[in-house]
């Protein structure tokens, strides 16, 4: 009898589609990627759901603006999303919008539902509501501030529906007290407590002052509240009040949610509104609410009254999605507020991918070609089996048990700063073994030696890629190939342990994974930015006319932020906010705001620019050995020290230099230059020379000073 896998099902929130994707909109929905790759590894059924918010008010009012209808506006920026995630490899199972047919259904079907047990009456309502953040404000006088954004708050009385959010208070409580991994991390968990703790006031939860929303079942002159249609995305996407058998069997299946990734300031809505409609509806909670802290942009010009939007598009273009990725993970502590800076960026993705992961590769596999002939060698399990080696093998077992351990529990950080560890020991063994003087001495023992160093190096790059491919899947898939192993998504993360490499494995064709990002992309990708700020800034001007953002109000921090208390009239409104707390610093898209980003064209390349001149990766190397090719008599093989890595290089210099005057000698190599072969030698770059006279005689480019080995010219 064959096991059920177990079902995972993660969520990322459902994005608004007011406002165009920026990275901290990347930023959940890469975490929410990489657990459900990571879960998928580990051989579970996953569902990954991800979507767009399109209903509302405030689309209402952006689409009139733009002169667009809110349907026209709602497809194209959905399209944006869906687009850039599949550009930044987003591996969802389910894209759902709230203007789907499946989507209306499942929510009319749930009011009918809260209507049904007892939980919705009609009432009239006179309060304050901020549009931008579609809620109600604690302070019901007119002209009172938005407590998240600070925008003016509008006056609404209505007759509306209400949900008896009152009576769940109790309910909650002991809903929280019973599942203490319900919030994650603990305060939040918290802070909804005392907030729950602090009473609760019915809901409204329809409006008829618009109507770009889902009527309610019966009396279409009202449309559901944004927040309720919203929220059941995570119940319809899975087949939530659909007919078919088929759907209702998926809803059974998937649902309750495993997790839902957040952003903080919507905690209130997911950790009180939601567990109380679900309460109410007498369907099950989800098993945990995770909130995110939020991306913070340091000393940009960006951060003026439009909200100091980073593209993810800006990045992807420059370093690719992975780089990205990595930051992201590895620079932000899970939970916590946490910088973005194209400086820091670039800082670590040379520091820990270019010349970490990037050079462990590179350096490893170049050998592995060079000293047998491309295959895995078979390493010894006695004679050459030293303590080093089995320093690594027990590292890397605990590495995997560690990394299981604090990603599982949302410490991305830390679990990659252990994984780097493993990596840095890697290096450190190989400089300590020096596989390329091993090399140098030709007896069957050095052989056999130097076969186990470099299996040891190349099974630990195995171990490092697939615990890091969840985080960033491309380069690892290719750091996979180039070792001659299949999709690395295929790999059993349940079963990873030391000596699954086979020995004679084939490499693939080696390529540098990483290319050394220079500074100077630091001020593109800056000036990328400027760029579509100011083609947003054209466009907003011509086309998306936002009303002005005043400034912040002073107090919100966290979850706060959420709604007031929705009172309706006659509540106690104003009843003291327990979550607000002091002034934050400027946030990257906070509180999901309007910047409409066109995207511009990269800037037009000028004949030749600096960039241009550094794609080309020129380095000083040390002619380590020269020898003639065999039956070509232009061409010699030398091998090249370039301070991390030794390279084979073929060049076409025989006839100007004797093979014994090279050894010793000061070289410029390029270092980036695809590999190829010349006469069935792989040749891993290319010497530098002038050519001159009639028959182009080469010279060699040279230095009167001493420079050492890896030296960049630039
Ligand atoms: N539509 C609602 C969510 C409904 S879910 C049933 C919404 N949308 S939003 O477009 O404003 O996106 C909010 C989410 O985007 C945040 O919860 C967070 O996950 C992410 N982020 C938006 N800006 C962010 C930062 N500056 N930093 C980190 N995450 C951010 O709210």
Redesign the pocket.
Known sequence: MSEQPEKFYIT?????VN?RP????T??TVVCDAIARRHRMLGHDTLFLTGT?EHGQKIERSAAAAGKTPQQLTDEVSGEFRALWDRLGITYDKFIRTTSPEHKRGVQAMFTLLQERGFIYKGAYTGQYCVFDELYADDNTPGTLCPVCGRVTETVEEENYFFKLSAMAAPLLKLYEENPSLIYPDTRRNEVIAFVKGGLHDLSISRTTFTWGIPVPGDPAHVIYV?LD??C??ITAVGFGSPDPADQQRYQHYWPANVH??????VR??CVYWPAFLLAAGLPQPKQIVA?????FEESKMSKSRGNIVRSETILEVLGADALRYFLFREIVFGQDGSFSFDALVQRFNSDLANGLGNLASRTLSMIQRYFAGEVPYPSATFAHTPAEAAVIALAGETIAAYGRLFESFQFSRALETLWSLLSAVDKYIVEMQPWAVAEKEDRDTRTRLATILYTAAEALRIIAVLAHPVIPESTARIFTQLGLGDIAQTDLNALRWGQLNVGTRLGRIEAVFPRADKSLIERMQQMEEDRKHATDLAAATDVAEPPVPAPAPAPALITTAAGSDAPSGAAAGAPNQLTGGPHPP??????NQAAAPIAPPPAPAPITIDDFLKVELRVGTVLTAEKVAKADKLLRLTVDIGTEVRQIVAGIAKAYLPETLVGRKVVIVANLAPRKLRGIESQGMIVAASFGEEGQPALASFLEDVPNGARLK
């Open positions: 990322t929130p459902i994005y608004y406002a920026h990275i901290g909109h930023y959940t918010d927040w919203a929220l995305n995570y990734m957040i952003g903080k300031e919507i809505f997911h995110h802290g939020w991306l913070l946030v990257v898209g906070e509180c999901g």
